[in-house]
């Protein structure tokens, strides 16, 4: 019974740290979107914190991930595109 007890208080604390930490980087990494500060790379670790718990931070966190993946493939695509009109005009 005591190491039940014990089991589970465990498993509510290191929730409770971990959301309270999580949520605290979060917070920090929007604070920084409008004070000077890395807040595009904070909010990441914020939700990267915050997933080891949490579905939804799971959710976003892969949603954030898949965005910016597109986003360089597409810079990518451009720069090569730019890169053959130029070699091809020569």
Do not use: C
Not at 29 to 36: D, K, R
């Amino acid at each position: 019974m005591i190491l039940r007890f014990a089991h589970m208080t465990y498993k509510v604390a290191r929730r409770i740290v971990i959301t309270v930490v999580g949520l605290t980087v979060l917070l920090l990494g929007a604070v920084m979107l409008v004070t000077p500060g890395p807040g595009l790379l904070v909010i990441p670790l914020g939700l990267a914190i915050l997933s080891l718990e949490f579905a939804w931070a799971r959710y976003w966190l892969r949603k954030l991930r898949d965005g910016l993946s597109n986003r360089n493939s597409r810079q990518r695509a451009e720069r090569a595109d730019e890169h053959r009109q130029r070699a091809n005009s020569d």
